[in-house]
Nanobody
Framework: QVQLVESGGGLVQTGGSLRLSCVVS????????MGWFRQAPGKEREFVAV????????DYADSVKGRFTISRDNAKNTVYLQMNSLKPEETGVYHC????????????????WGQGTQVTVSS
């Protein structure tokens, strides 16, 4: 069974930065596509970023391109999300997950959701 543990969230002011981490156990990390999603209060979960098995290919939601960077360290079974120039509307619980099938951008194609880490961006 795959297990994911997110960390790195916190409270920052508008324009600040955070780096989230997700440690994966229970399966071979290098063989799985990993994604980051977020969910704000009262809103549906939305795609943020995804990275290929080797880390050579990444994709992002349009709203975060140029500010967020997803990366992975397969030796440490960890995927990261560097978030710069944060905005208040990006407040929410951030989750990582394992892609099982289909489109890299759809949350329904993922499982192994962690508990999430809270990101709060104050104005």
């Amino acid at each position: 069974q795959v297990q994911l543990v997110e960390s790195g969230g916190g409270l920052v002011q508008t324009g600040g930065s955070l780096r989230l981490s997700c440690v994966v156990s229970g399966r071979t990390f290098s063989s799985i596509v990993m994604g980051w999603f977020r969910q704000a209060p009262g809103k549906e979960r939305e795609f943020v970023a995804v990275i290929s098995t080797s880390g050579n290919i990444a994709d992002y939601a349009d709203s975060v391109k140029g500010r967020f960077t997803i990366s992975r360290d397969n030796a440490k079974n960890t995927v990261y999300l560097q978030m710069n120039s944060l905005k208040p509307e990006e407040t929410g619980v951030y989750h990582c997950a394992v892609r099982r099938r289909g489109s890299w951008r759809e949350s329904t194609n993922y499982d192994g959701w962690g508990q999430g880490t809270q990101v709060t961006v104050s104005s």
